[in-house]
């Protein structure tokens, strides 16, 4: 009986559904200088993010460094306007965002109960090494 883990002792992991119906804790990074490929590291997963460019370039974001570097992210255009440019809210569980491509980045996102450590692989943090991810 000692080596079964009682429920209420086992730690909360990624498919631990009630750490992503609650409201997620606030982060907010803002004014990244992203001209080189930088990573904003969360110290919780993520339940959603959202990225916005106030900058005079597009901003690659991806999930690892090879990623941005690569062919395997999405871009949140420049502003056309004075007015930011955004991406959708992001329901995504990562612990680390990469950016590149411009500086006047803010990152928003809502954080989990789940400690970051809990996206670390073999290949690294975040699903770095996944198809699709780089």
Request: charged share 10%.
């Amino acid at each position: 009986m000692s080596n079964f883990i009682k429920s209420y002792q086992a730690n909360v992991g990624l498919n631990h559904t009630p750490a992503y119906q609650v409201s997620g804790q606030p982060f907010a990074s803002g004014n990244i200088d992203a001209t080189d490929a930088v990573s904003v590291q969360f110290p919780y997963v993520t339940r959603w993010v959202q990225v916005f460019n106030h900058g005079s370039a597009d901003v690659k974001v991806g999930f690892s460094e090879a990623g941005v570097s690569g062919s395997n992210y999405f871009r949140v255009p420049a502003p056309a306007t004075t007015d930011n440019a955004q991406s959708a809210r992001l329901e995504l569980k990562v612990s680390e965002l990469w950016l590149y491509g411009t500086n006047g980045v803010d990152v928003v996102a809502g954080l989990t109960s789940i400690p970051a450590s809990r996206t670390t692989t073999t290949d690294g943090p975040s699903w770095s090494g996944s198809a699709g991810v780089g």
